[in-house]
């Protein structure tokens, strides 16, 4: 009976005062006889027995930690290589489309220093007919427009005879008075096209430098920069284009010297080559546009950060 009394006694002093300890409450168990062991709280029984319990759960737990991080590497290899592969593509584009912009550049050039932006050629068949009774010196054939010259071609005696002369930009009031071609809006319109098209050389060479250097530093402030500059020069060529159009349009109401009754105007390969290059250039400030948005795992500087550092956040 003593046993069980000091038993009870440690059990109360536990609830108690909190302080008491697993060695304590083993040895106090372990004194206890066995034919009294039966009258211990099974509370008591079982407080030592389940002590590796917790080593199994952390062990478990870590276990566990160890599989999730693994995962978590594997997901953060996978995302870096699949932007790695979109960067690789997306550079391929705009080197493509750079090449391609570069080709074009020639072309406007060719088509600003040819002659054919647009044409006149008459109907000799109203013109034998009013000139049945009077054979006049000369016969206007045709005529072919430039940024900077005019090409007409006259028939006499059966012969033809070409002559080019280029668009006097800052002619006086006695000069447009003495050319029947000439007027006040047409020296404009022929102004406009020729400064805009100068322009547009030296935008052209910009936007080419510009999106070339995005290869050496693929900061997306730099594709932003070639994207911007893509869009002055196809507003500069567009200028160009639509002054052309407008001065011929002008030409057809105004300038009958030009135009002769019974003609018909079309647009040479110049103009079609200047479109081309329009939609060139277009096209490759939206890809640039496009392209230069900050995406996520990607640097200030186009390289591309390491997946694996969200481990342990």
Known sequence: MAS???????????ENQDVCRDDSLKKSMFNTPVSEWSMVPPSLKTHGSNKSAPVRSSHQLSEREK????????RAKEKREALIKQIRCEKK??????????????????????????????????????NSTVQPLKVFVSSHTGVWK?????????TDETWCKPHPLFPDQEEIRRDPGLDEHVVDYTRTTTIFAVISLFTMA?????????FKNSRY???????????ITTLTVLVVLEVTITLLRYEKTHVPFKHPEGSSSYYGFSFHMGWAVFFVYLLNGCIFLVLSRKRKGEKEDGTIEDGLRIIGR
Do not use: P
């Open 4 to 14: 069980i009394k000091f038993a009870a006694h440690v059990v109360a002093t536990a």
């Open 67 to 74: 599989q999730r991080r693994a995962e978590l590497i594997a």
């Open 93 to 130: 584009l705009m080197f493509f489309s750079s090449c391609v912009a570069l080709i074009s550049a020639f072309i406007w050039i060719i088509a600003v220093s040819t002659d054919f932006w647009y044409g006149v050629t008459a109907d000799e068949s109203k013109q034998s007919k009013s």
């Open 150 to 158: 005019m090409c007409r071609t006259h028939r006499s005696n059966n």
């Open 206 to 214: 910009m936007s080419l430098f510009s999106a070339f250097y995005t």
């Open 221 to 231: 402030v730099y594709k932003r920069l070639a994207a911007g500059i893509y869009f």
